[in-house]
Structures are given as structure tokens and as C-alpha cells.
């Protein structure tokens, strides 16, 4: 819509055919977007008035949940008493919080124009300014010196090959993930060792938990209301790993100050503590991508995976001569189910193959799981055992990787 110079447009998208759905869930999917609708309107009623994203101490702006609202609030300077507040409006994640005061997000802004907006963000449409993205960050406990990563990441959220929409209104439990290259992230403290994925590192904490309130307050998607997840996912609160350069024998997956936002569901842990060779390693690998129940392949033109390596196997993998676009290749060429069994169950008939797959007819013939090699995405992360994880992603959502600016831009 930004090439036909409406790039703020509000818009009503119902996603996924209704062929097959039970009268209640036609009707229940009516009345959500009738509910998307009324939200637009008042949106569009309410946008001539600049939506204030600060607050007096212990105190955040409605407008957070409300575009119409301007008025601040006023909460007692004590974190239970602001909790209670920001949830009873929707506007935290179950979480204890940091309340912005005006203070805090001029300090995450670092004098940059709060004002400045990314674009809009789905499934509300709303405006996306950098003032929005400093409050959240303040909430989520980021330093100010890791806004920067932030604002890089939703911005190539917003990117339209991430389709974010999707990403944020599936029944899918996927969530964005936040890879972190070059040094900046390291000074930051975010971590790509052992435990990456898990607790323990305030910066991979707070800046994947500043994307998913900015998701939720900006977005609008709210679990069962918008973000129509059916169970949802732990990844959902915070997703985001540096890339463990330092054990990685390979270029890292990204130059530079680089993040890498790709929408996955949560990792599948691959355990080989056996083999001792590249073919080994990346066979086990290849079977744990694999599975009837897996979104992999059945929207085949955009489907991706991601293939996150120990060390330990990164290491075994590239002594036995392996360069990053080789373990690209293997998996692109092993990572396959026959026709037949996909024709079982799992997603058969909702594929959106190209014509020479559909021509297929031999229930023996191996179907690719992603388009091409250049589709496999792989990243040495974690610490010392023998353990790696494939992360398949939402098959209508495609990475997007972008500069990381630390100056005042």
C-alpha cells in the first residue's frame, strides 16, 4: 500500500479460507473482526490528536491501549500498585514492570526524535513512533543503550516480507526471534553461549520481551482476541540470542551490527552425542526438522528454517571440511518427507506447492521442505554438549536482517 501513497491506511484483513469451518467458528472469527473494525474506526477518529506515549512518575499513558485517549493516569509510586494498574488495562504481559516516567523514556530516546514514526503495525494498524517503542522498552527493563537493537528489530518487523500481520494473528505459536550479530551486541551483554535460549542475560530478556509488549500495546494482538494462537508459546515473552561468533568456525550468519528477526516456533532440541561426523550430525538434525505436524513446507514459496548449532557440533560439522553453504545444502537436500506419508495428515491440502511439485505422482519421491538452500538459515549458538535445535518457522513469514544505528538516527 506505501507504493500507492497510503501507507497508513487502516485495513480489515481476515486471514486464512473459511472452507471447512464449523458455523461457531465462522461466526466467532465475524465478531472478532467486526470487533478489528470498530478499533479502526476509532483509530481514524481519534488521529488528529498526537498520541502521547509518556508519563508522570508511576504513570503511563492510556494511549498505549487507546488512540482515542490522551489523558495520562496517575498510580501511586509502588511497583504492586502499578502492576495492578497496567493490568487491569492490558498493558503488561503478566510480568512486574519498570514504570515509564517521562524520565525514563527521554533517557531510552537518547535525544531522538520521539515523534518519528516507523509506520504502522498490525493487527490494529496503529502508528508505530519511537516514543511507543522507548515506553515499552522502558517497561521491559531494557538500558537505554540497547534501544538501538529495538527499534532496528521493528523495523524489520514491519518489513512486508515478515508479514506481520500473519506473524501476529495466527493460530500458529510462532514468535519473532531476534538474532544479534557484530559487536554492539556484545557490549550490550547479549548472550549466544550456553543457555542463550533460556534465563539469565537482562539483555536478551528485556529487549525480547520490549518486542512482544510493543507487539501487544502497539499491535494490538492480545491472546484470543487478535493473536488467535491456539496455545500460544514460552518464546512468546522473549525471544532473543546473540549468534556465539567467538565458537562459531564459520563467518558469522550476518555482518556487522546486524539483527535478524525471523519469525520460528520455539526450538526443537536435536540430541547426538553419537556420531562424529558431518553426515552424522546433520542427519539427526535433518530427522528432527521433519514431521506431519510441523508447518515446514506445506506453504512451500515461503517456507524457511533455522538451523541453530552447538559448538560442539558446529566444530565436528566444519572438520570434516563442511562450509556454512554446504550444511545449507545437506539440509535443504535430507531435510525431506515422501509424498505418501505427507498425503497422510498434517497440513495435506492446504499446500501452496509450484507446479512441478504438484505434478508429483510417486509416493516414494523426497519433497523439499523449504525452496532452496539460501532458505536454511544457520547459527552457531549455546555452549559446551552435544546438543543443537532446529526452529521451523511460520511458512508465510520470511527473516529480515537490518542495521543495528547506534547514533541518534
Known amino acids: 500500500m506505501g507504493a500507492q501513497g497510503v501507507s497508513a491506511l487502516p485495513l480489515l484483513v481476515v486471514e486464512h479460507p473459511l472452507g471447512g469451518e464449523r458455523p461457531e467458528a465462522i461466526a466467532r472469527r465475524a465478531q472478532q473482526a467486526f470487533e478489528q473494525l470498530s478499533a479502526l474506526i ?40 502499578i502492576l495492578d494498574a497496567f493490568t487491569a488495562r492490558n498493558w503488561a504481559d503478566g510480568l512486574p514492570i519498570i514504570a ?20 504502522v503495525m498490525p493487527p490494529l494498524w496503529r502508528q508505530v513512533t519511537l516514543e511507543k517503542l522507548a515506553v515499552n522498552a522502558v517497561m521491559a527493563g531494557c538500558e537505554p543503550r540497547a534501544f538501538p537493537v529495538v527499534a532496528a528489530a521493528v523495523d524489520a518487523m514491519l518489513d512486508r516480507a515478515f508479514n506481520l500481520y500473519g506473524v501476529q494473528a495466527t493460530t500458529h505459536p510462532v514468535a519473532p526471534l531476534l538474532v544479534v550479530n557484530g559487536p554492539y551486541g556484545l557490549e550490550l551483554g547479549l548472550h549466544g553461549g550456553s543457555g542463550c535460549f533460556g534465563p539469565g542475560f537482562r539483555a536478551n530478556a528485556t529487549i525480547g520481551r520490549a518486542i512482544r509488549l510493543i507487539l501487544l500495546n502497539v499491535g494490538g494482538a492480545w491472546p484470543g482476541r487478535y493473536d488467535m494462537a491456539t496455545q500460544g508459546s514460552p518464546a512468546k515473552f522473549s525471544f532473543c540470542i546473540a549468534e556465539n561468533e567467538a565458537a562459531s568456525p564459520w563467518e558469522p550468519m550476518a555482518s556487522g551490527d546486524t539483527v535478524t528477526v525471523y519469525g520460528g516456533e520455539p526450538p526443537h532440541n536435536v540430541n547426538d552425542h553419537v556420531s562424529t561426523s558431518a553426515s552424522g550430525i546433520l542427519t539427526t538434525l535433518c530427522d528432527t526438522a521433519v514431521s506431519l505436524g510441523s508447518n515446514v513446507g506445506w506453504y512451500f514459496a515461503q517456507s524457511q528454517l533455522l538451523v541453530a548449532l552447538g559448538p560442539e557440533h558446529a566444530r565436528t560439522i566444519a572438520e570434516d571440511g563442511f562450509a556454512r553453504a554446504d550444511v545449507q545444502r545437506f539440509v535443504y537436500e535430507h531435510a525431506r518427507l515422501p509424498l505418501g506419508r505427507l498425503k497422510l495428515a498434517g497440513m495435506w491440502g492446504m499446500h501452496d506447492w509450484p507446479a512441478w511439485m504438484n505434478a508429483v505422482s510417486d509416493p ?20 559446551s554438549g552435544k546438543h543443537s535445535a532446529v526452529i521451523p518457522n511460520c511458512t508465510f513469514s520470511r527473516a529480515v536482517s537490518r542495521p543495528i544505528r547506534t547514533g541518534r538516527d
Open 100 to 119: 515509564p516516567t517521562e524520565e525514563r523514556v527521554s533517557a531510552m530516546l537518547g535525544g531522538r526524535d520521539g515523534a518519528r514514526s516507523l509506520g
Open 42 to 81: 476509532s483509530g481514524a477518529a481519534g488521529a488528529g490528536t498526537k498520541d502521547r506515549a509518556t508519563a508522570a512518575t508511576a504513570a503511563a499513558h492510556a494511549g498505549l491501549a487507546d488512540p482515542a485517549t490522551t489523558d495520562p493516569i496517575t498510580v501511586g509510586d509502588d511497583p504492586v500498585a
Open 364 to 383: 516414494a519421491a523426497l519433497m523439499p521442505q523449504v525452496p532452496s538452500p539460501d532458505d536454511v538459515y544457520v547459527v552457531v549458538a549455546g555452549g
